[in-house]
Each structure stands twice: as C-alpha cells, then as structure tokens.
C-alpha cells in the first residue's frame, strides 16, 4: 500500500480505487470502451480488498467461492475473486465484462475484452505503492502501440519477477498473449450471491458501498445534463466523482492532512476543506491539469455562480445528492 504516513488506509484505498479508475477511463476513451463504465470497473477492481489476508480463505470458502490452491498458499490473490462475488453482491452489478475485469485485474486471462484488459492495465499504471513502478515507462510506450502491446509488456515483466506462486490465470494469459497457446474456455457459472449481514458489519461493506453509490450517483447526476458520450458528458462525470476522493478523511483529520499538504486553507469548516483535499489529490494524485475539471472540483460546494457548464453540472450534481443523504 502506498504510504505518505498521515492519511488513513482507507483514504489510500480509495485514492488507488478512484485513481484506477480515472485511469481506466483515459485508456477508455482511446480504446474505443464506454469510459463511464471503465471508470465504475476501475473504481471496483479491489472491492475484495475489504477483507484482511488472514481471514480471505475463510471468507471465500463461506461464500462459496471456488479457490485454487495457489490462492491458499498466497490469500492476497483471493481478493480478485471476492471482488467480482461483492460487486454482483453488493452493487447488483450483472455484466459480465465488468465483473471479468474484477476477477481478472491481477493476471488478466486468455480472449479477454478490451474493458478486461484496460482494468489489468489501469492498476499497473496507478500501481498503490510509493514511487513510480519500474515497468511504467516500456509499459506507457508498448500501449501507444496498442492495448495487447501493453498487456504483453506487463505480463512478461510479470512472468520475470519474483512471484511467490503462479496464478493458473496468469498461466493462461502468458500462454495465450505471449506464446500463442490455445486453453479451453472459461465459462461463468450462474449462482446466487449473497453476504451476510454480519459479514457485512465485520468488513464495514455498508460503508463502503455508500461512499462509491455517493461517487457514483454524483457522476451521473452532473453527465445526464449533457448528450451521453459528448465530451461534456464524460467531462461532467470524472469532475462529479473525484470531487468525492477526500470524503473518507475524518472531520477532525482534515485541517491537519491540508497542512501536511501545505495547503493555504484560511478560516475554512471542516466541510468546506473537502472540496479542496479533493481539488489537490486531483492535480497530485491523478494528474488532472485541465482547468475546467479543476474548477469544478474545487467549488463544487459553493453556491456562487460558476463560469463553466461542467462546474455547474457538478454543483447540480453534489445538491441532489447532498440532499438525498440528509433526507
Ligand atoms: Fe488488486
Ligand atoms: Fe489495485
């Protein structure tokens, strides 16, 4: 996990999910893939991360989760598996595509769809730990080539470095992309899905859940202003969900992380700090330079007018919402 000492796990795992995703919505974007879908899918992809190491088996098995012996032996590799059981779960997410690029986000696999191999990606590129990776470079020239340019790039890299086990999906995908081996298909079984509420209580689900549903809800709410697949449409929703990405730092936590942050922050509440934790992790922490985006993140909370449409839509946005949750 990436440690910068003063933000809580939980914020970095929320900085990595919505840092995937806004990943995954560029490479959408180029791949010809639905970006808004690609940014929910990356946005989800460690959904199974909810669950500790220690109790990953446990969990699975009482799901009913089939796992490979090499998911035993190393259980941080279950949390792809139980991120696709939660998203069917948690968010009645029913396409196959976006539950395929959960479960396949590690290793990716043989055939896959395009929005399968931009979540594989997405995460390698927005990796969770300090520093940049060591891949990053080949891996951005091999995708300005092509996706499956790309794909091969990590998965030799991959293939090559110290794995403590090899995943039999990873097996398949060098097989198939880097030795052009043939595996018989993978089909989906149907079942149903369900998590107890004690399970739910124990890993905080709810909760989680909540904070996405709010993410979520306002990219959509701020795009339906304009035509789906129009660039203000795409522009309105990135701006409406990342507004959200300092939602999980504590009330009494925020003046202090906007220090450490060497924010100039004034005679700000602690709600009024939000916006502009969300601004700065959208400048350092996903790299948005264009300053409409900016501009909406950053007085997404204000009444005042503002001078662009995205702006607008995201205010829009954030009182429909806002409201919906003090209802
Ligand atoms: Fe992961
Ligand atoms: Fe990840």
Redesign the pocket.
Known sequence: MRDCGFLTPVTENFLHAYGVGKVAFELALKFNVDPETAFIAGSL??L??AIPDSNRVEVAESLGIELFQEEREVP?LV??KQ?DYFAQVLFGIESHDVLDSIRY??TCIDNASNLVKIIFIA?KIHW?RNGEPPYLKGLLNALDRSLDEGCCYFLEWLWNSDLYVVHPFLVRSYGYYLKGQNFQALTRETRNVYVSEDIKKKYFLNEIVCEFQKAFGMGEKASELFPKGSDSFNKAFIAAVLSNSANTIFENQRQYVANKFGLKTGHETNESLLPKLSHYFAKNRFGIDDPELLQAILYHQQKSDCENEICYSVKIAYQKIHKEETK
């Open positions: 992809h460690d199974g991360g941080m949390h792809a991120g986000h590690t995460d969770d």
